[in-house]
């Protein structure tokens, strides 16, 4: 979450990001392949940018528009925000929301409190500032807790999440322990609402549709619908062997596979560069000819 902590004659933090060094810095730190999304809090945070810009320079106002369609491009829509008309301080309204629903981190212009949650943006300029990291990839421990809790933060707050591994389809235990895991994550209370759209795509070469079925609706907890794709591969075409979890709000490789592994394993964990992204997420949507479909989509709700 991004905005300023002062008085509310003072310009918007965000605002002041139209002269060419902010807005050159602020572009390439944006976006789902840095793993750094703005929060749209509160509900007209865009207006209220352009309120404090006030107009003065031409350059500055393309500057910003151009920086401001990045942002909400990637923007987290936030539903039945903690905000308080009568609250005149946009920093207070914005810690008083990180109590119901944590943000990653809010940055400001000031941190009157010393709260460790807030970054102030002249610590972004210091060798270090641990909260704004976002390494582009982690090792994680092959167990369900570890890599649920590794793509929480993405799975919490996203629209559509689509689950991608070729031998989900064998239905081994280590597929359910995980999956369960990841299948909790969309039901708990997110501040986006429910996802609207959860999708598992694998090799068709597995267990019957009627055993994914049964298999899926153990571990699908109430109210997901979950649509699962089973696909062969095309000759001469894509391989269906990369392991990703992908979502509206970016995505993430997994070497080993979205299954548990044994005690002592780990994995290697990477977030998708922009190019690989879209690309992935292209050949994963059902309209495209990347695979080939194993028959209609297996439709599981409970």
């Known amino acids: 979450i991004v905005n300023n902590g002062g008085n509310p004659d003072i310009l918007e933090l965000v605002a002041t990001w139209g002269s060419q060094q902010q807005y050159r810095y602020f572009l390439r730190e944006f976006g789902i392949a840095h793993g750094r ?3 749209r809090f509160p509900k007209r945070w865009a207006r209220k940018v352009w309120d404090a810009f006030g107009g ?7 500057r910003l528009e151009e920086l401001l369609i990045h942002l909400q ?8 925000t903690a905000w308080d008309d009568n609250q005149t301080a946009w920093l207070d309204n914005a810690v008083r ?8 981190a809010i940055l400001a212009r000031d941190n009157p409190g010393n709260r460790p949650e807030i970054i102030v943006e002249e610590a972004l300029n210091s060798s270090t500032c641990p909260q704004w990291e976002t390494p582009h990839s982690r090792i994680v421990p092959r167990t369900a807790e570890a890599m649920a809790t590794a793509v929480a933060s993405m799975l919490a707050c996203c629209r559509w999440v689509r689950f991608i591994d070729p031998y989900i389809s064998s239905c081994k235990k280590q597929h359910l322990r995980s999956m369960e895991a990841f299948f909790k994550i969309l039901v708990d209370k997110r501040p986006v609402g429910p ?11 597995g267990a019957s549709r009627d055993f994914l079925l049964k298999f899926y609706r ?11 794709y089973l696909w062969r591969e095309r000759a001469n075409g894509q391989r269906l062997h990369n392991r990703y979890i992908l979502t509206d709000l970016g995505g993430v490789s997994f070497q080993h596979g979205l299954d548990c592994g044994r005690d002592g394993e780990t994995d290697d964990l990477a977030r998708l560069d922009s190019d690989q992204y879209s690309i992935r997420c292209e050949q994963y949507r059902p309209e495209t000819q990347a695979f080939e479909a194993a028959g209609a989509p297996i439709e599981i709700r409970v």
């Open 37 to 39: 999304l703005v929060s």
């Open 56 to 62: 003065k320079n031409d350059l500055e106002k393309k």
């Open 73 to 80: 491009s990637t923007m987290v829509k936030r539903e039945g």
């Open 97 to 104: 929301e990180n109590t119901r629903y944590p943000f990653q």
């Open 195 to 205: 996802a609207n759209q959860i999708e598992v795509h694998t090799k068709a070469e």
């Open 218 to 228: 153990q571990i699908a907890p109430a109210g997901l619908q979950i649509t699962m």
